[in-house]
């Protein structure tokens, strides 16, 4: 199956609102309510920051927030902050009882 | 605390056998699927395969079904990603982590094949 796509880059300024977009198919994304997020900071294990499309784990803060509309799915983060300046994947379940990563977006807090 | 620890950085050459480690500690380890991710150096994650200790049910990308195997031996809550024939292709980070959703990472194992 093909990796998901999303942009390789999405820049805010501090205090600003985002959205990154994570485009599948039918066979994916728009198949099934199991779209995750993750956050990668450099040289550090990516971080689990949204499951099943819209739901945020213990901890996470909720400027971090997940929706899904068809065949894509979306990452919004408000309130940009420097410590959001990472890169993010989406991830979903797909049809093949298997599971499939997004391209990557590079956050830039201008 | 629920964690993973994978075992620790290898180098190899091609051609070499390989077999990396995840240690879940902290759940039911045979009640949560551990997947395997990989990253090769500076590209995205990679979906590789996953596997539910409970009854070792496998899945594969296809992208990686035939080039690994990925088992687990619930008596030591330790899952595993083999090679048999490793390719300088094979150099990359890869990470084990817990559940469909990938609640919990390890902290990576880097393998670096080289000649």
């Known amino acids: 199956q093909s990796a998901l796509t999303q942009p390789a880059s999405v820049s805010g300024s501090p205090g600003q609102s985002i959205t990154i977009s994570c485009t599948g198919t039918?066979?994916?994304?728009?198949?099934?309510?199991?779209v995750s997020w993750y956050q990668q900071h450099p040289g550090k294990a990516p971080k689990l920051m949204i499951y099943?499309?819209?739901n945020r784990p213990s901890g996470v803060s909720n400027r971090f927030s997940g929706s899904k509309s068809g065949n894509t799915a979306s990452l919004t983060i408000s309130g940009l902050q420097a410590e959001d300046e990472a890169d993010y994947y989406c991830s979903s379940y797909t049809s093949s009882s298997t599971g499939v990563f997004g391209t990557g977006t590079k956050v830039t807090v201008l | 605390e629920v964690q993973l620890v994978q075992s620790g950085a290898e180098v190899k050459k091609p051609g070499e056998s390989l077999k990396i480690s995840c240690k879940g500690s902290g759940y039911s380890f045979t009640s949560y699927w551990i997947g395997w991710v990989r990253q090769m150096p500076g590209k995205g994650l990679e979906w590789m395969g996953i596997i539910y200790p409970g009854d070792s049910d496998t899945r594969y990308s296809p992208s990686f079904q035939g080039q690994v195997t990925i088992s687990a031996d619930k008596s030591i809550s330790t899952a595993y990603l083999q090679w048999s024939s490793l390719k300088a292709s094979d150099t990359a980070m890869y990470y084990c982590?817990?559940?469909?959703?990938?609640?919990?990472w390890g902290q990576g194992t880097m393998v670096t094949v080289s000649s």
């Open positions: 039918s066979s994916d994304v728009g198949g099934y309510n199991y």
């Open positions: 982590a817990r559940h469909f959703s990938f609640d919990i």
């Open positions: 099943d499309v819209s």
